[in-house]
């Protein structure tokens, strides 16, 4: 991590805390910047207005700026494509940037009460039913509702914003708001496919064999994932620490209560095998998008990685549009995963709005857009499970870019 070039270095370690740490919605001010076609220039009067130097990092997360860019094609690029997104956000109204997204969050929790209810019907299909109901509820609040709070996607407000991170990220995903805030905005989308801050070598496990891995294993997913957030709490202040771990029992708790006192549940074992069975119901997919995204394409060094513009359209891909996993993960998780590392702070109804322009620059330019269905990744995955997932992934190096 020494070696990462200066424009791209974190002021601090990514266990450090205090006001340093990164916000869920720190970064959106750089897609209406007003001056788009110098980023150099764009920092400084950013500086000189009084904005802080964390803003200079997601200025250049959005923007590809950085030293030594100055009147390249690869800055011009960027910035290009950059407008054209721009002018769209802002002749956008509040509902296609924020409200369908939020709509759909909504309707998530209103399948709650009648889940709940089902859950206590004696008839196996009516049960079958809430199950599923609760599911489906689960995925949509845990994974579409977190990843857009971890953006700062949900609201205009930084208080409001992280409120909301707080609310999805630990009471409902049953994980630590500050590490996952950090570790996604800080690392993944800072460094994607940087070989040892960005390449995804979280999600890899190489002592499993790849059925376990991929088809077994993700099961364990909501027994992994509170254990993992307390093994973050260590980086934490106290009082951070005992929010976190007083908000992911109160999530925990209050869906047991609800199972006991509303669905008639007579035991404690029954109750949660209940809550591990929903909120296992999409941790397979959740897995495979996240490896499938990413793993398997160009892998850059710290010290050589291309511009921003490069580096995405290399180390992202998209997967097609499936009606099921667009609803649930969100269309920036699933068809729109290009648009949003390019620009991390749209909604997930914003980046399906903005495809049509970025896939159409992106191969004008003669850039890389790259999709794959589903299915062709998986059997990808098990048929190089040793090369993909196991072994060290081989370096790109991207001759007259980096």
């Known amino acids: 991590m ?145 990843h857009l709070a971890s953006h700062g996607s949900l609201s205009e407000s930084p208080a409001w914003a992280e409120v909301w991170a707080v609310f999805f990220i630990e009471v409902c995903g049953s994980f630590t708001a500050r590490a996952g805030v950090t570790g996604h905005i800080k690392m993944h989308h800072a460094h994607t496919n940087v070989i040892g801050l960005g390449d995804s070598s979280t999600w890899k496990i190489p002592c499993l064999p790849r059925s376990v891995y991929l088809f077994i294993a993700p099961l364990a997913v909501p027994i992994i994932t509170p254990l993992v957030a307390l093994g973050q709490l260590k980086d934490h202040s106290v009082s951070q620490a005992l929010r976190t771990v007083l908000m992911v029992f109160l999530g925990f708790y209050s869906q047991y209560w609800l199972l006991i006192h509303v669905s008639g549940f007579q035991g404690p074992y029954s109750s949660l095998l209940c809550m591990l069975l929903c909120r296992a119901m999409f941790s397979i997919p959740y897995i495979h998008v996240n490896v499938f995204q990413h793993i398997g394409l160009s892998m850059f060094s710290p010290t050589r990685r291309p511009k921003r513009i490069y580096q995405m359209t290399h180390g992202v891909l998209n997967l097609p549009r499936n009606p099921l996993l667009d609803w649930i993960f969100g269309h920036s998780l699933i068809n729109c995963h290009v648009e949003h590392h390019l620009f991390p702070f749209l909604s997930d109804h914003m980046c399906l709005k903005v495809k049509p322009i970025v896939s159409h620059y992106l191969k004008e330019k003669e850039l890389p857009y790259q999709e794959d269905r589903y299915l062709s990744r998986l059997q990808l995955f098990f048929h190089k499970y040793q090369e993909l997932m196991v072994f060290a992934p081989p370096i790109t190096e991207l001759v007259g870019v980096q």
């Open 2 to 146: 020494q070696n990462v070039p200066e424009e791209w270095r974190e002021e601090q370690s990514v266990g450090g805390g205090g006001e340093n740490d990164v916000k869920p919605w720190e970064g959106r001010e750089a897609l209406f910047l007003t001056n788009t076609g110098n980023s150099k220039q764009d920092m400084d009067k950013r500086k000189e207005t009084g904005v802080k130097e964390r803003g200079k990092e997601n200025g250049e997360m959005m923007n590809g700026g950085g030293k030594g860019m100055e009147g390249t094609d690869k800055e011009s690029l960027m910035m290009e494509l950059t407008r054209l997104v721009q002018k769209t956000v802002k002749e956008s109204s509040w509902w296609e940037r924020r409200g369908i997204d939020i709509t759909i969050l909504a309707l998530a929790f209103l399948l709650l009460p009648p889940a709940f209810l089902l859950l206590g019907s004696s008839q196996v299909l009516v049960f079958v039913l809430g199950m599923v109901l609760m599911g489906v509820s689960h995925a949509v609040i845990t994974i579409k509702g977190t």
